[in-house]
Every structure is written in C-alpha cells, then in structure tokens.
C-alpha cells in the first residue's frame, strides 16, 4: 500500500527558503506522478505543483509560479518542493500525494485541481512563514 511520509517543513521569514520532502515508505513511485497540496488555517486544500512520473514534466498553481519548484530524484523515491520567497500566506500544511500516470498530457492540468484519484496522503508538515 503506497504511504507516503513529508518532511522538511519549519518557521521561516518572509523572503525564506525551505525545502519539503516526500518519500515514498515501504512502497515506490514508479508509476506514479506526484502532486504537493496545501491547506491553510479555515481554508480548502489546494494544489500547489505536481511532476509527472518520469520528472520530465511539471505544473504549478499561479500563486506559486516563479517562486516554487518541484522535482524528484527516481532513485531515493523521493519527491522534494523547493520553496523560494516565501511569503505568509504561503503559511499552511502541506502535503504530497501520488496519482497513476499512464500519460501526462491528460493529467496535466488536473493533477493540481484535486480532479484526479490520489494516493498515499500523509500527515503533513508545517510551513510557517512569519516574521
């Protein structure tokens, strides 16, 4: 069963930078693209970037743009969000997911809207950006 683990999360200062984690346990990626979410304090989840399965291709949420990026290293099984100017209302707990992937261009666009069917959720880590 496919579980996965975020780390990396912490307080940081408006213009900041963190790196989260999300590591596959027990289980593997292969097959799998990967999605980051967020969800703030009263506010719904929201997708934050994905990257497909292969790490060739990327998509990001506009508030992010510029400032986020999103890759993978195949053979730790891991999938990382780098986070550059960082902002607070980037402040929330995010969260990464898997979905299947058989071809990108069809999930491209969903795989940061919640359209898809993802898996392995895990508990979260906190990105607080204050000063």
């Known amino acids: 069963q496919l579980q996965l683990v975020e780390s990396g999360g912490g307080l940081v200062q408006p213009g900041g930078s963190l790196r989260l984690s999300c590591a596959a346990s027990r289980s593997t990626l292969d097959g799998y693209a990967v999605g980051w979410f967020r969800q703030a304090p009263g506010k719904d989840r929201e997708g934050v970037s994905c990257i497909s399965r292969s790490g060739g291709n990327t998509n990001y949420a506009d508030p992010v743009k510029g400032r986020f990026t999103i890759s993978r290293d195949n053979a730790k099984n891991t999938v990382y969000l780098q986070m550059n100017s960082l902002k607070p209302e980037d402040t929330a707990v995010y969260y990464c997911?898997?979905?299947?992937?058989?071809?990108?261009?069809?999930?491209?666009?969903?795989?940061?809207?919640?359209?898809?069917?993802?898996?392995?959720w895990g508990q979260g880590t906190q990105v607080t950006v204050s000063s």
């Open positions: 997911a898997a979905t299947p992937e058989i071809l990108w261009t069809p999930i491209q666009a969903k795989c940061i809207t919640g359209a898809l069917r993802y898996y392995g």
